[in-house]
């Protein structure tokens, strides 16, 4: 795998992430962007557990036919640029009774309640994707992107209006690196949609007062050549009800409830500043190549992400210049649907169990399903809620049931 005025603590976060400094892209002219689900480029510096997880195969699709497509999604750079290119979303769900009679939340809310009765949970039905960006000197060190342009097309696959839909699309950038952005969201507001459009457009004036009132080139403060890893911006996704027993499709996003993201070049164009003459055009690569071993669709297909950065069909004077695969991939997946068929069943007690055996093992996909008290990783207190799961799970057909 936009407008920004973060609140107090997310400008730290934003500014923080500045001062990791993490291995730059393999294949770079000079601007790198992608998306990753870790709040922090610490984290992506230093991958853990589940991302630097990618030896196991696992069920990442849906059925077709009769058949279960099964797949294996490797992690190309141990966990890092490119590994985190994968968000998981839950639907909103009915009443998780165990949480009850001190609250009426939905299994969607993932926490636990202690002895005095107390609930502590978090909204799984609200993520967040997160916007890198690797800044490399062409000609200078002391040039900087002058001009972001970018849109963010995010799109479901599958059969329109089926399966589980994003409800909601927000975003923000780091209003820190820019003397002046805007950004919108398509469409605003809340309402399930298919798909949704983010236009972004920042700017940075590296001129400062020089003393006297003379103009002098600075470009401090802005996306200057770097070592560090920056993160520029963050796309806030709140998921729909959940739609039980609608089969799943094919990851990377080609089925039901799997939405791809992709940035393309918009009217503002993508420029680079230099204090003296310097090459052009600026030609930003968007996202990571994620190689494909197999067939998709059929049984046995290898994903393998974080191979490189994927280079644009254009360049950022060219409007629409975009990358031929999804920069990210958001799935809405119910937890505890470990055989992907829409439902929560029998059919899924030995993913989880599995999942159980492995704790901190686990993989990204199988460590969402199964990691139902917010412990962090799948171990013995998620079994309870599983249960739970089993015995009470039902779709929304009223969103208000879902709370």
Known sequence: MKKFGYICAGLAVALAAQTARAQGPSANTGLSIFYDARSTAASIVAPASPYTNGTAAQVVGGKTGTTLIQAQINRG????????SYLYINPRQPVNPLFQPTVNLGFHWIGSKNKAGVVTA??????????????????????????LGLDVDIVKGGTAGA???????TASANGSLWNGNNLTVTPPGVGESDSFAI????????VADGGGGTPVYNAAGGLVPSANLYQIGQINLTAGVWKKNVAFGNIPGEGNGVYTVKDKVNNLLVTRVYPATGPSPEVP???HVTTVTGTPGTV???YTTGTAPEASSGNGLTIG??????????????KGDYNNNGAIENGDIAGFNAAVGLGLANRIRETWLGELNNA???????IAFFNALLANAADCTVPANCP
């Open 376 to 382: 962090g990783g799948v171990e013995n207190g998620d």
């Open 77 to 84: 750079n141990n966990g890092g640029v490119g590994d985190g």
């Open 300 to 302: 046995g297909v290898v």
């Open 122 to 147: 978090v909204d799984s039905s609200k993520q967040t994707l997160y916007k890198y960006a690797f800044v490399t000197q062409r000609a200078a060190a002391t040039e900087v992107i002058a001009a």
């Open 199 to 206: 236009s972004t457009k920042a700017v940075k004036v590296p």
């Open 321 to 334: 210049s975009t990358s031929a695969q999804a920069d990210a991939v958001i799935v809405i997946q119910a």
């Open 163 to 169: 399966g589980n839909r994003l409800e909601q699309v």
């Open 285 to 287: 690569d968007f996202g």
